[in-house]
């Protein structure tokens, strides 16, 4: 290193710095080429009851990488956040998926992740409008999960923009309960149908204090009203803790299906 070169360290951050630049122009030119190209594909992930019944799904984004093969949000989304390409992404998903939701029988739900960003564009109440009507599907069935991230700037005019949506029938859902920066405040103030825990309090149970996590977001979910989504349940233990909760719960986790390319879902859910 430079250090050890007898150098600053000022010049190892700059090498790393501009390798780690590179790399993110790199990521946003290959996505940009994705988007235009159809290398990108929505996958469905199934949400259930606790006997089983099928109640929606939720979309999750793959990247076809000409090399890389298929790749998760987990290693791109940060990136695309980082400029309006997340934007553009945004809109190629919200119209991908009301075509599925058209397609999907009443009265399962669709879920789209939504990012900060997206959501705070001046014009994606309209936008959302806009595709709703030139999809033609039914605004009820559609739910946009956010994160709490977006709550902490803004907040009356974010409230503003879900109260426009549900208006139309949209609902909203919290993403990632309980990881987020913002403060339990805001939640009676928002238009919400759904809290979705995060996977990392679901595959907690078994361990006491984590458990009470659960217990207390549960509970919160059922004084507000609200459906509650666990994430990332992959055990029967888990599901049998979550039911144990007297409230409105949905699952959705590898013990059931893992997210699904669009037609082995339709295959494995509406064919006999
Ligand atoms: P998320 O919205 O919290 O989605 C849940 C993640 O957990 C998904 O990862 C899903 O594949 C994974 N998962 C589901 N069940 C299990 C399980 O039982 N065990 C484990 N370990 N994981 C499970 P994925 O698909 O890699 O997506 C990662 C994140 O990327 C999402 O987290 C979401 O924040 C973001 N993302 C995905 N699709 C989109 C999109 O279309 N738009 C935007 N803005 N973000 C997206
Ligand atoms: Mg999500
Ligand atoms: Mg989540
Ligand atoms: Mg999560």
Redesign the pocket.
């Known amino acids: 290193t430079a250090k050890d070169a007898g150098g600053n360290q000022t010049a190892v951050y700059d090498v790393s710095y501009s390798t780690e630049l590179e790399k993110r122009y790199e990521i946003e030119r290959e996505l940009r080429l994705a988007l235009n190209d159809s290398g990108l594909e929505?996958?469905l992930?199934p949400q259930v009851r606790e006997n089983g019944e099928l109640v929606g799904a939720?979309?999750?984004?793959?990247w076809n990488h000409p090399s890389r093969g298929m790749v998760?949000?987990?290693d791109f989304?940060a990136v695309a956040e980082q400029t309006d390409l997340?934007v553009d992404?945004?809109k190629w998903?919200v119209r991908a998926a009301l075509a599925e939701l058209k397609r999907l029988p009443a009265p399962l739900t669709l879920a789209?992740?939504?990012?900060p960003r997206?959501f705070r564009k001046y014009d994606f109440v309209y936008f959302i409008e806009h595709e709703l009507q030139q999809s033609g599907a039914d605004p009820s069935r559609l739910i946009l999960?956010v994160?709490e991230n977006l709550f902490v700037e803004d907040l009356g005019d974010i409230i503003s923009k879900m109260e426009a949506l549900q208006q139309s029938g949209v609902q909203f859902s919290i993403?990632?309960f309980g990881t987020g920066y913002s403060s339990l405040s805001y939640l009676q103030r928002l238009p919400l149908q759904e809290l979705?825990i995060?996977?990392s309090f679901v595959?907690a149970v078994g361990n006491q204090e984590q458990q009470a996590i659960v217990d207390s977001i549960v509970a919160i979910a059922s004084n507000l009203r609200l459906r509650i989504v666990a994430?990332?349940?992959?055990t029967q233990e888990q599901v049998d803790y979550l039911a144990r909760h007297d409230a409105d719960m949905v699952l959705?986790?590898?013990?059931f299906d893992?997210?699904l390319p669009i037609e082995d879902f339709h295959r494995n859910y509406f064919t006999s």
């Open positions: 929505l996958y992930q939720e979309v999750l984004l793959r998760s949000p987990a989304i997340i992404l945004g998903i789209i992740n939504i990012s997206q999960e994160t993403d990632d979705k995060d996977k595959q994430e990332g349940v992959e959705q986790g590898y013990l893992k997210p």
